[in-house]
């Protein structure tokens, strides 16, 4: 018999040179797998290191994209401008403009954006530019304000300032004439000091834009006089005058769009007049602009028009497709017609649904719009050449405002105006990715404004990038989609996240130590049955919009059950309209060593109408019920006052009457957090967003979700259009809270369908818990120190508001950029690096060992 040992022997080495390979790639997938799903659980420094130690494994670069993805972006993202408006593309994408105002005036920034890095080449004053087709040169307009301009404006900022809104609109529209006619048109070589105004005498006009085929200048005008009609003109080739491309006639003509490659133009026959005409000066008109409405194709070369009935038309990229709608009854009808055949127009799409935001890709082979099969908009995408429709989204929160990239990509945004993300599809697979992040886990990221460039190959975003919305600026970015980002760059990026996440938790700790114990017992007790049975209990009463009879029998149930714990409620009762009386429902948990210091725990009761606002605002006003419960036997330092509050959805008119009452009795209010429209989740994990406008209180507030619940926490400095505005402006940067993830990603907000059944309740008892923790830990520490002043080479501050305050902290940034602490016993603190500090920052300490939640700041 032949000896076996060979071939054992060659089969013992044929695993020695494959098996470490095959190893090698299944202990990359399994690092990466169990990374995403800590990840996905919230254990954000687990799945760092765990991207880690994908990203130094040998075939870690298999996983670059999706780390990249799940951490932030892919594609490489440069800043523009930290504030810019406006934003647009030259043809060939070689260069972009935004606008930016100063001191009331508003310039335009001309950029270089060939290049790694951006170089701005012009600015000057006007706005609405538009890029001659060799992106050297373009046309804007300049408005040069008159007194009459100016009056109009106070008039009109009066106006609003009173709610007036039949002054708001009719002094909007004498407001836009007069700047019409107040503004020219003028054009410009980018780089020069010089403009070239172009004559236009007592033409009003607006919108200019180039043909690229011809290179022709084309402008909306409407002539001063003669108001009850528009034109579309073209700049002659000298320059010297502005003339109709087009028989002139009754009806404003508007929106020119040159087809590419051709001598056609594409405009629209509407209702409504470009520029605002003044009440005076012409008869409104009563015609719907969305079912009626005329589309007209001009050859520019023999001035001839076709005019057919339609709405919303769209040119392909390439010149070679229309679509515009129809609408007869209750349906809605998609048409497609084919430039190069005149009579080629027929119905691709009908529907009875309703439609809106048409998109046609740059061959005209696409058609997508936006239609709601349920709850949400999604995303429908129509073959143009067999009529073939699809539901192309299937997202849980709004999927809206299609764009094609290119044939093969398509751009959508997700979510309510105030936190919309953008997405990249695959049209052939419907996969998708998110565009546009800030790179931090726990930062929301806010995008306004999107601008794809001609080739689809790069994008400008309006954004907040920082997650403030508190600023006024929101900043400009440039999204390549063409180059990704490094591995130093995404190395870089996980190394600071973990280094925040690994703070987090020790922050969390440090600051929880003297009472974690207490807390842990006071927040185990949130019960989630409790917590129903308020919210089923408020969602019976149907709508409680003030005027309801749902927002009487709330504030009795508040009431009652308040005192059923114990507590001494008021009823805050007053006439918002002057005829319907509603009322706040307020108790007070009395301090036990500063009692005069008081924080404020508020949500809101009252719904909209035809509403029964199961998460608008039954989950708040139950937390606030069991937080009430929890803590009632329980002994806090500072005060607690459960503020229920009314006729929010009215204009905040319950805050303002508990602010004013509050003011009139002298409440000191240390802090507010408010709660609004939490028990919504678009999956199986229970986040929401802290919407803050104090950092303290934000950082408390993350600490009490890591050590106290199961909440992932997410935030944003946010508060306007909630109860949080009339605090803030009552009580200065003391706020926090916590809404929903996304902010208002609830597409039931709002609607009929805010049901209980929508709600998560283990998503609520996890708020309750957070929110309880970190009322625990503000009524348990100093607040912030008041009155810091700074004279020469030194600080001083006000008497604290505690009374068991042993020292302070001063916190100097030198302007070298060392910090320094120093502790003092004083209240005032003198050093000779003051003067020239680049930051002075001043917190107690108490009998405790516990910092105040905020560093005071001298101005």
Same mark, same amino acid.
């Given at each position: 018999m032949r000896s076996v040992l060979p071939r054992l022997l060659c089969f013992a080495l044929l695993l020695v040179l494959?098996?470490?390979?095959?190893?090698?790639?299944?202990?990359?997938?399994?690092?990466?797998?169990?990374?995403?799903?800590?990840?996905?659980?919230?254990?954000?420094?687990?799945?760092?290191?765990?991207?880690?130690?994908?990203?130094?494994?040998?075939?870690?670069?298999?996983?670059?994209?999706e780390i990249a993805l799940i951490t932030g972006e892919l594609y490489r993202t440069i800043a523009l401008a930290e504030d810019g408006a406006n934003p647009r593309f030259s043809p060939d994408g070689q260069r972009a403009a935004y606008e930016h105002t100063e001191n009331g005036v508003t310039f335009t920034h001309v950029v270089d954006v060939s290049g790694n890095r951006p170089v701005e080449i012009d600015r000057f004053e006007g706005t609405d530019?538009?890029?001659?087709?060799?992106?050297?040169?373009?046309?804007?307009?300049?408005?040069?304000?008159?007194?009459?301009?100016?009056?109009?404006?106070?008039?009109?900022?009066?106006?609003?300032?009173?709610?007036?809104?039949?002054?708001?609109?009719?002094?909007?529209?004498?407001?836009?004439?007069?700047?019409?006619?107040?503004?020219?048109l003028r054009q410009r070589t980018f780089g020069d000091s010089a403009s070239t105004p172009v004559p236009h005498r007592d033409l009003l006009v607006t919108a200019p834009v180039y043909d690229t085929h011809t290179g022709a200048l084309l402008v909306t005008g409407m002539r001063a006089d003669q108001p009850d009609h528009s034109s579309i003109y073209r700049l002659s080739d000298d320059g010297a005058a502005l003339t109709p491309v087009h028989p002139e006639g009754?009806?404003?003509r508007v929106a020119p769009v040159p087809a590419a490659n051709s001598d056609l133009l594409l405009y629209r026959l509407a209702s409504e007049a470009p520029i605002p005409v003044p009440d005076d000066r012409v008869e409104r008109p009563t015609q719907s602009r969305e079912r009626g409405g005329q589309v007209v194709l001009l050859d520019m070369g023999d001035g001839s028009e076709t005019i057919f009935e339609g709405v919303a038309p769209l040119l392909s990229a390439d010149g070679s497709t229309l679509a515009y709608r129809t609408a007869a009854g209750d349906t809605t009808r998609f048409h497609i017609r084919r430039l190069t055949s005149p009579d080629s127009s027929r119905t691709v799409h009908r529907t009875t649904a309703t439609v809106r935001s048409p998109a046609l890709s740059p061959s005209g082979r696409h058609l997508a719009f936006n239609q709601q099969p349920g709850i949400s908009?999604?995303?429908?995408?129509?073959?143009?050449?067999?009529?073939?429709?699809?539901?192309?989204?299937?997202?849980?929160?709004?999927?809206?405002?299609?764009?094609?990239?290119?044939?093969?990509?398509?751009?959508?945004?997700?979510g309510e105006f105030r936190h919309r993300r953008s997405h990249v599809y695959d049209v052939a697979t419907g996969a998708f990715h998110r565009l546009f992040h800030n790179n931090t886990i726990r930062t929301v990221a806010m995008e306004y404004e999107w601008v794809p460039s001609r080739a689809g190959d790069r994008l400008l975003i309006r954004a907040e990038r920082d997650g403030n919305t508190i600023s006024e600026?929101?900043?400009?970015?440039?999204?390549?989609?063409?180059?990704?980002?490094?591995?130093?760059?995404?190395?870089?990026?996980?190394?600071?996240?973990?280094?925040?996440?690994? #703070?987090?938790?020790?922050?969390? !700790? *440090?600051?929880?130590?003297?009472? @974690?114990?207490? =807390?842990?017992? %006071?927040? $185990?007790?949130?019960?989630?049955?409790?917590l129903y049975e308020h919210q089923k209990a408020l969602y019976d009463f149907d709508s409680k919009y003030y005027t309801q009879p749902g927002n009487r029998k709330a504030s009795t149930y508040i009431y009652e059950t308040l005192a059923s714990f114990g507590?001494?409620?008021?009823?805050?009762?007053?006439?918002?309209?002057?005829?319907?009386?509603?009322?706040?429902?307020?108790?007070?948990?009395?301090?036990?060593?500063?009692?005069?210091?008081?924080?404020?725990?508020?949500?809101?009761?009252?719904?909209?109408?035809?509403?029964?606002?199961?998460?608008?605002?039954?989950?708040?006003?139950?937390?606030?019920?069991?937080?009430?419960?929890?803590?009632?036997?329980?002994?806090?330092?500072?005060?607690?006052?459960? #503020?229920?509050?009314?006729?929010? !959805? *009215?204009?905040?008119?319950?805050? @303002?009457?508990? =602010?004013?009452? %509050?003011? $009139?009795?002298?409440?000191?209010?240390?802090?507010?957090?408010?709660?609004?429209?939490?028990?919504?989740?678009?999956?199986?994990?229970?986040?929401?967003?802290?919407?803050?406008?104090?950092?303290?209180?934000?950082?408390?507030?993350?600490?009490?979700?890591?050590?106290?619940?199961?909440?992932?926490?997410?935030?944003?400095?946010?508060?306007?259009?909630?109860?949080?505005?009339?605090?803030?402006?009552?009580?200065?940067?003391?706020?926090?809270?916590?809404?929903?993830?996304?902010i208002l990603g609830n597409p039931n907000y709002h609607q009929p369908t805010d049901q209980l059944e929508t709600i998560n309740h283990h998503l609520v008892?996890?708020?309750?818990?957070?929110?309880?923790?970190?009322?625990?830990?503000?009524?348990?520490?100093?607040?912030?120190?008041?009155?810091?002043?700074?004279?020469?080479?030194?600080?001083?501050?006000?008497?604290?508001?505690?009374?068991?305050?042993?020292?302070?902290?001063?916190?100097?940034?030198?302007?070298?950029g060392e910090t320094e602490v120093f502790e003092t016993d004083e209240r005032s603190f003198t050093h000779a690096a003051l003067p020239d500090a680049n930051a002075i920052e001043v917190r107690a300490v108490n009998e405790r060992g516990m910092h105040g939640w905020d560093w005071a700041r001298a101005q």
């Open positions: 494959v098996l470490p390979a095959t190893v090698a790639a299944d202990d990359a997938a399994t690092l990466f797998d169990d990374a995403r799903l800590a990840w996905d659980a919230g254990d954000y420094v687990e799945a760092l290191e765990g991207f880690q130690a994908v990203l130094d494994h040998a075939d870690g670069a298999a996983f670059f994209d530019l538009a890029f001659a087709p060799d992106g050297q040169s373009g046309a804007y307009l300049k408005t040069t304000p008159t007194d009459t301009v100016r009056v109009l404006a106070e008039q009109l900022q009066e106006a609003r300032q009173a709610r007036d809104g039949a002054a708001v609109r009719r002094l909007g529209r004498a407001l836009g004439w007069e700047v019409a006619r107040a503004t020219q009754p009806g404003y908009w999604q995303v429908y995408l129509t073959d143009t050449e067999t009529g073939d429709t699809r539901q192309f989204s299937r997202s849980i929160q709004h999927e809206l405002f299609p764009h094609f990239l290119s044939d093969d990509r398509l751009l959508a945004k997700m600026e929101q900043g400009l970015y440039l999204v390549d989609l063409t180059t990704r980002i490094s591995e130093d760059t995404l190395r870089d990026r996980i190394a600071a996240q973990l280094a925040a996440e690994q #703070a987090l938790r020790a922050n969390a !700790e *440090a600051m929880f130590a003297p009472i @974690r114990q207490r =807390v842990a017992a %006071a927040t $185990a007790e949130v019960n989630i049955t409790r507590y001494e409620p008021e009823l805050q009762w007053f006439m918002p309209n002057g005829r319907d009386s509603t009322a706040n429902v307020v108790a007070r948990l009395e301090g036990s060593t500063h009692p005069e210091v008081a924080y404020v725990f508020s949500a809101h009761f009252d719904s909209v109408l035809g509403s029964a606002g199961a998460d608008d605002n039954s989950t708040g006003t139950a937390i606030l019920l069991e937080m009430a419960r929890v803590l009632a036997n329980r002994e806090l330092p500072a005060t607690i006052i459960f #503020a229920s509050l009314t006729a929010e !959805e *009215a204009g905040l008119l319950g805050a @303002r009457e508990f =602010v004013r009452r %509050a003011k $009139a009795a002298g409440v000191q209010v240390a802090g507010v957090i408010n709660n609004d429209m939490m028990g919504w989740t678009r999956h199986h994990r229970l986040d929401n967003t802290i919407r803050f406008s104090n950092y303290g209180i934000r950082d408390v507030q993350h600490a009490a979700a890591h050590l106290f619940s199961d909440l992932i926490t997410y935030d944003s400095r946010y508060y306007r259009f909630t109860d949080a505005h009339v605090f803030f402006d009552a009580y200065g940067d003391v706020l926090g809270g916590i809404g929903s993830y996304p008892r996890a708020v309750a818990q957070a929110t309880t923790g970190a009322f625990m830990k503000l009524a348990h520490t100093p607040s912030m120190v008041r009155g810091l002043a700074l004279a020469d080479d030194t600080v001083t501050w006000e008497e604290p508001l505690e009374t068991d305050i042993t020292h302070y902290e001063v916190q100097v940034t030198h302007a070298t």
